[in-house]
């Protein structure tokens, strides 16, 4: 299940309302649970990422090889300076984002059970929004760019 800041802020109102009839193990284990979660996003995120960054590289190096094989007419150099761009805005905004959650998870891995606060859920939050956003643009870049490369490897 995905890690929310609401779900982290109803185990601790459940938390504080029952704190006399509750044994604390179960808190812990809710909480290891819930930083386990946490850890187990931030790693397939890197992972994608990783993947995301491998298959930029290789369409812009495509790109490339089009242009120095002659493959491009003139009249498509405007979209080989798109891609060119889009290539390199991505490859960015990827390598800032791995950062980001290899940040995110450090500070959660280093936080312990009783200081994980609901400002930890708020940046898990915001990183998954931003890697969702992300790869569905990376997806999209995929997309165009494979049906340029094969009109112009046909040409």
């Known amino acids: 299940f995905p890690v929310t800041k609401k ?17 604390p193990t179960k808190f812990t ?6 930083n386990s979660h946490i ?3 931030c790693q397939q995120w890197i992972e994608t990422l990783r993947a ?3 298959l930029l590289t290789d ?5 490339q090889a089009l242009l ?14 798109h891609f060119e761009n889009q290539f390199e805005i991505q490859l960015t905004n990827v390598n800032h984002l791995k950062h980001a959650v290899k940040e995110h998870l450090q500070t959660i891995g280093s936080t312990s059970l009783e ?7 708020t940046v898990h939050e915001s990183l998954s929004d931003q890697f969702l956003g992300l ?7 995929k997309t165009e760019f494979s049906a340029f490369y094969q009109r112009m490897a046909g040409k």
């Open 7 to 23: 779900l982290f802020e109803i185990s601790i109102l459940c938390w504080n309302k029952h704190r006399n009839n509750v044994h």
């Open 29 to 34: 284990t809710m909480v290891t649970s819930v």
């Open 39 to 41: 850890g187990q996003d």
């Open 52 to 54: 995301d960054r491998s």
């Open 59 to 63: 369409q812009r190096n495509s790109l």
């Open 68 to 81: 120095a094989n002659g493959q491009i007419p003139h009249d498509e150099l405007p979209a080989v300076d």
């Open 115 to 121: 200081q994980l606060s609901a400002p930890h859920f």
């Open 135 to 141: 790869t569905s643009t990376i997806d999209r870049l």
